[in-house]
């Protein structure tokens, strides 16, 4: 059918035709042409760069270890001196907080610090690609650059691509794993993967028929935060802040950017805000009372706690109203194709769904050394009849999912969901059984997958603007992304290609601002480079509002 009327699908949106931009918006644009300047500048001065110099290194996660060389470099520099002169008489201190402050690289990039420039070129860089991937984001939804088309769906071409899809990802990207463990990462990895896969394609296609399969899809990852999140301070006892902050920055930086650059509300991107609450809620479980983790009855007391939290503040609705009303500013969510619907549906809906699998996947990383016993056991066991006690075990399973299927898979979509919480975790159940009964199944695996299955989290939120179309803000993505109107399979090669690629891209680059950023174990960093955001923050608010008033005023 081609191009859409947009103006049709949402009213609100043809009064302007020249877009309307926020403070958040012209703060980010600013930002990204300052950080831009700044990195050409650094590039220029790299290329000036006498071989010779001594390399200062002030980068920001380096910091602790080189912790001499740069209190000397703050000696032998006069800027840097300069620099913390201009704090007035708090930095006169010698190594106090506001030292610590002025030697931060960010710091330095702003003071225009030579050193710090090239020395930080790689983070800068970061912060341009992804200014540029942001701005990509903005003309390829919010403009009319390229026009959307229509979803249509077609089960033959739906299955038709996952099918290629695996096939090659079996024949070329098969391999092994040295300790075959019971859901080992890489399996776990080519689970989201593929899942992922069938997730994105029911939405290109707008497959409605799987709509029941796409919840147990979801189901998985939220059942994943669980088990590897339980699994990692189980074995590690890491409760450090500083890799708790980088967990929070690995799910949430990107996902801020495109609230402020697409003016949309967080809950648009529900995936993000689930997994952050669940992921908090295991990190409590285990954090608290550590001491306690290492009693078995406990562990299990400390599960049953969470099935009970879940029951009180999501069972009840009125509790849970009442705990999550006052931030409807932060979880409110309206669909402006539905504006009557309560503003907090839409998070009590999706976090309902999977409130209670989480906890089943503390209760699986508890039973998993059991579980690899048990099937070692089954491995080890002479030829006739480990065959035998597989074989039964299939078929217990299978038939258990074949009751499962009849009597709730099949339900129509609303009926299902009622039941989804209580069952989610039935047909998983039956996947990981299935999937880890020999030691083959369990050594194997597709790195195709796993690779997809690795930036699950950017191509979740890629899809809404460079591979799909909202068009309106907090709109949910009813259109395609058509880079070659009227070719519709060849628009889908190109839009996937790119997409793909530029969701691999936001990976990379959150994770290198991550590490530029979050230290792991340096608290005292750590809080530094907090307050620096914020004040970041503030100052690049001031500069949009200014820019913004500005820009309205000469208009
Ligand atoms: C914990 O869960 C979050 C959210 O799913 C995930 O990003 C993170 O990798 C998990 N951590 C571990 C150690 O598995």
């Known amino acids: ?135 990509w984001f903005f003309l390829a939804d919010r403009t009319d650059v390229l026009p959307a088309s229509d979803k249509a769906y077609d089960r033959d071409l739906f299955l038709f691509i996952f099918l290629v899809l695996t096939i090659v990802a079996f024949s070329t990207s098969l391999q092994p794993v040295r300790t075959p463990l019971v859901l080992n990462r890489p399996q776990t990895e080519e689970w989201k993967g593929w899942m992922q896969v069938l997730f994105l394609l029911y939405h290109y296609f707008e497959a409605k028929e799987a709509y029941n399969a796409i919840r147990i899809f979801i189901a998985g990852y939220v059942w994943m935060t669980g088990f590897g999140n339980f699994s990692y301070y189980y074995r590690t006892g890491d409760f450090g802040i500083g890799r708790f902050c980088q967990m929070m920055w690995r799910l949430n930086f990107m996902v801020f950017f495109c609230c402020v650059v697409l003016q949309n509300e967080y809950m648009l991107y529900y995936i993000c805000p689930m997994h952050t609450l669940f992921t908090v809620m295991v990190y409590a479980a285990l954090a608290l009372a550590p001491q306690l983790n290492k009693s078995h009855p406990w562990l299990w007391i400390k599960i049953a706690g969470c099935f009970l939290t879940v029951l009180i503040f999501w069972d009840i609705k009125a509790v849970f109203m009442a705990v999550w009303r006052p931030f409807d500013w932060f979880m409110g969510y309206t669909d402006p194709r539905n504006p009557e619907v309560d503003r907090m549906h839409e998070w009590f809906f999706r976090s309902s769904l999977d409130r209670y699998i989480w906890v089943y996947g503390m209760v699986c990383a508890m039973l998993h050394p059991m579980a690899c016993k048990f099937l070692t056991s089954v491995d080890e066991l002479p030829s006739p009849r480990r065959w035998t006690v597989r074989a039964a075990i299939v078929a217990c399973t299978v038939a258990v999912f074949a009751v499962y299927y009849k009597s709730v898979y099949v339900l129509p979509k609303l009926e299902y969901n009622v039941l989804h919480p209580y069952t989610s975790w039935i047909p998983l159940t039956c996947w990981m059984i299935v999937r880890n009964l020999t030691p083959q199944l369990r050594t194997w695996s597709m790195r195709l997958y796993g690779w997809l299955g690795c930036i699950t989290l950017e191509t979740y939120l890629s899809q809404f603007h460079i591979w799909l179309r909202s068009s309106v803000p907090n709109g949910q993505p009813k259109y395609l992304l058509a880079i070659v109107p009227g070719y519709p399979l060849l628009n889908f090669a190109i839009c996937t290609a790119l997409y793909v690629f530029v969701s691999h891209r936001l990976f990379l680059v959150t994770n290198a601002l991550k590490d530029a950023v979050v230290p792991h174990d340096n608290n005292r960093t750590l809080l530094r480079n907090i307050i620096l955001m914020g004040v970041m923050m503030a100052a690049c608010t001031a500069m949009g509002f200014f820019g913004h008033t500005l820009a309205y005023a000469l208009s």
């Open 1 to 135: 059918m081609g191009e859409v009327d947009l103006a049709a699908a949402a009213p609100e949106a043809s009064a302007a035709s020249v877009p309307s931009f926020s403070v958040g918006q012209v703060a980010c644009l600013l930002t990204y042409l300052w950080a831009l300047a700044l990195y050409f500048y650094a590039l220029l001065l790299h290329s000036r760069r006498p071989k010779t110099l001594p390399k200062v290194h002030i980068s920001d996660a380096h910091l602790e270890k080189e912790r001499a060389i740069a209190a000397a470099a703050a000696e032998a520099a006069p800027l840097v001196n300069g620099s913390s002169s201009s704090d007035g008489g708090a930095a006169a201190k010698p190594k106090g907080f506001f030292e610590d402050m002025g030697s931060s690289g960010l710091i330095q990039c702003v003071l225009m610090n030579q050193q710090a420039l090239m020395d930080n070129k790689d983070t800068l860089l970061a912060i341009v690609e992804f200014g540029t991937i942001m701005l």
